[in-house]
Each structure stands twice: as structure tokens, then as C-alpha cells.
């Protein structure tokens, strides 16, 4: 196996980390407060080609394989998690709307998803559905060439910042389940529609909150693919957005780590330097290997992905051991800091609620194990 990279992601992550240390890095805590994104900071990751860097050049991307795309995703999360979440979400929604759109919505807004200037959310979850995510009842009615959609989406990130929203959306009867479920592109600008916003422990600069449809006219150019079928397109794009979600989580870990391997180097106690004790030192080394191997699984799951191999079990590994594990280390880091880790001057505290979030949205880890578990022994009920 070859674990080398080729002299062109060299460039490419060396140009993503020094975006994230110089522009992402120094603001962190700042964009919290904020509680939303910049959108100068967002054209310019487009500018540079962080925004769904997969995306074929004929829309807009640079055509670059899944596995550099996750490698970019997680030099940007090491500067800031949240900001890292908009390459996360596009290359999730672009996934599902390049390969089943129609040519006017690949030609418009996928070029505009990849330079920044429009941002996308994804609404997929309902107040009953959060886990069991194909029990769906938001309506969308046909009325000759228009949907008019009904209904509530609940704990969609970025709900009140995005500007247009992968809505799926029932066609068909509850009683179908996961078939008769639809997905279109819709213009949170259109009339019917009002957002609200949660107020969250963390994740502050991504929000989350609820979008309400009332009588909201659509046309039908603005589906995405059969009619019916839309849950299954969005499954599919889920298994891409695990894995750089598992690369997003280690990053904020790895980050951790780093520092907290010099403030033990540094840090006087009793005449001796913290790493001289091994009840600090072995915690941070398992820490080590526990987080080499979570990574690795990320990215063989890209690796297999970009082979158009099935990696939905490698997908669901990363999405519920990541996300656990960054949280574990953050807070063994924290511990580790004292007093002043637990304060607001260092950045622990801020990333341990960030990163908590991340065991819940895109499937907890109760969900993930049922997928792993399907994989070797099916469905049994």
C-alpha cells in the first residue's frame, strides 16, 4: 500500500492549511459570537477551490478525485470546524443534484455552490423523523408544471443563512416510506417560506433551526431526479459526507493533540516537565493510535469511493468512531490543560461542544452500527 501523496495535493493542502492559519485559525472563536458565516470568507474558499473541489471543471469545480477533496476538508477544519462544514455540505448536495438534475439547475447553481456565492443547506430531517429519516410527511402536491410543498423541516444547519435548500419532500403516501419521497431545489427567498433558529451549545457560527413551508410554489424543473426516488439519491450522497465528516472530527482532535504534546513539553511541575509523567504521556499515546486508525478508516472509505466501490460500511465506521473519539481526546487535552483549559481563553472548551454536535447530525452512532451490522448478517426484521 502507498500512503504517499502526489506532488499536486502537496499543493493543494499546503494552500488549504495556510488559508486555515492565517484566516480561520485566529478568528475561530470571533465567527461563534458572530453566530454566522462571512460570505467574503466563503467566495474566497470558491475562489481558491475548497468548495467541492470533486465537481467536474465543467461546472464550476476542479475536478479533483474524493480523496484529495477530504484531505482539503480536514486542513480547513483544523483551523475551524464550522467553516469546514460548508465545503462538507456542498459536496454532499452537489453529489445528489450532478448526477440527477436537470441541465438548467447543473448549468446555474452548481457553479455558484463551488465559487461561494450561493450557499446550500440540506433539508432532509422533520420533527417526527429524525433517525427513521424516511418518515417524512412535508407534502409536495403536483399542480400541473408546479410542487407546492407543505410542511416543517427541523435541525437543518445553516437554516437561516443558506440561500437555497435540497428540500425532499412526500409525492407519494406515508405509507410508502422511504419510496415517494422526492427532492427539489428550492429558493429560501420564495414566498411561503420562514426560518427560525435554534440556540445551540455548539456549532454556533453554523446554526441550526427550522424551515416552514406554507403553500410555496416550486416548478417542476426543480426536482431532482425520478419522482419517488429522491431518498435514495440522498442516502447515497450521505456515505461521501460520512467520511469527510470522520476527517472533519479528526482534524479538531489532531489539533488538540498537537498542542497539548508542547504544552507538556513546557509545563513545570514539581521540578519536572508534565511529559515526564506517564500518567499524562500514555493517554496522549493511545490517543495517537486510536486517532491513526479512525483516519485511516475515513480514508479508505474515499479511497474505495473513488474506485465506485462500495464504502457505505467504512462510511458508517467513520461517522460514529470519529466523532466519538475527537470528543474523547478533546476533552483528555482539556483535562490535561487545568484550569486554564477549562476556561474561555483556550480553545478546548469551544471545540468540545463543537464537536459533540457531530455525534448526532448526518446519523448517530446507534444508526451507524445497525448499517455495519446489516452489511455482514442483512435485514432481519
Known amino acids: 500500500m502507498h500512503f504517499g501523496l502526489t506532488d499536486l495535493q502537496e499543493s493543494l493542502i499546503d494552500s488549504a492549511r495556510k488559508f486555515s492559519q492565517n484566516k480561520l485559525t485566529p478568528h475561530y472563536k470571533a465567527r461563534e459570537k458572530k453566530g454566522f458565516f462571512d460570505r467574503d470568507l466563503v467566495r474566497e474558499m470558491g475562489q481558491l477551490g475548497f468548495l467541492a473541489p470533486e465537481v467536474s471543471e465543467a461546472y464550476g469545480g476542479s475536478g479533483l478525485d474524493v480523496l484529495t477533496s477530504g484531505l482539503i476538508t480536514e486542513v480547513i477544519a483544523e483551523g475551524d470546524m464550522n467553516v469546514a462544514y460548508v465545503p462538507i455540505n456542498h459536496s454532499l448536495i452537489s453529489s445528489c443534484i450532478v448526477r440527477h438534475a436537470e441541465p438548467h439547475i ?23 423523523g429524525g433517525s ?19 410542511g416543517e423541516k427541523t435541525s437543518i444547519s445553516m437554516a437561516d443563512q443558506a440561500d437555497i435548500c435540497l428540500v425532499f419532500a412526500r409525492t407519494g403516501t406515508v405509507a410508502e416510506k422511504a419510496h415517494g419521497i422526492s427532492a427539489f431545489v428550492v429558493d ?9 433558529r435554534f440556540d445551540d451549545l455548539g456549532e454556533k457560527a453554523v ?22 426516488k429522491g431518498f435514495v439519491q440522498v442516502m447515497q450522497g450521505f456515505d461521501f459526507s460520512r467520511a469527510l465528516i470522520g476527517l472533519q472530527c479528526i482534524a479538531v ?4 493533540l498537537d498542542e497539548t504534546w508542547d504544552y507538556i513539553q513546557q509545563r513545570q511541575t514539581f521540578g519536572k516537565p508534565l511529559a515526564a509523567n506517564q500518567g ?6 493511545e490517543a495517537e493510535t486510536q486517532l491513526e486508525g479512525a483516519r485511516l478508516v475515513c480514508l479508505k472509505a474515499l479511497w474505495l469511493k473513488s474506485r ?24 483528555q487535552c482539556l483535562l490535561v490543560h487545568g484550569h486554564g483549559g477549562y476556561s474561555e481563553e483556550l480553545p478546548f472548551e469551544q471545540r468540545l461542544r463543537d464537536v459533540l454536535g457531530m455525534q448526532i447530525g448526518d446519523g448517530t452512532a446507534h444508526i ?9 448478517v442483512g435485514r432481519l426484521t
Open 106 to 128: 447543473l448549468n446555474d447553481l452548481i457553479p455558484r455552490m463551488c465559487s461561494g456565492e450561493t450557499l446550500a443547506c440540506i433539508g432532509l430531517t422533520e420533527p417526527r
Open 132 to 150: 427513521d429519516a424516511a418518515n417524512l410527511v412535508l407534502s409536495a402536491r403536483r399542480e400541473g408544471d408546479r410542487y407546492i410543498l407543505n
Open 188 to 196: 429560501l427567498n420564495t414566498q411561503g417560506i420562514t426560518r427560525g
Open 207 to 228: 446554526g441550526r433551526g427550522s424551515i416552514f413551508f406554507d403553500e410555496v410554489e416550486i416548478d417542476a424543473g426543480n426536482r431532482v431526479g425520478d419522482e419517488g
Open 253 to 256: 482532535a489532531r489539533k488538540c
Open 280 to 285: 499524562i504521556t500514555f493517554p496522549l499515546a
Open 308 to 331: 465506485e466501490l462500495d464504502h457505505t460500511r467504512e462510511a458508517a465506521m467513520a461517522k460514529w468512531w470519529a466523532p466519538k473519539l475527537a470528543f474523547e481526546i478533546v476533552q
Open 368 to 376: 451507524m452500527k445497525m448499517v455495519i451490522a446489516r452489511s455482514h
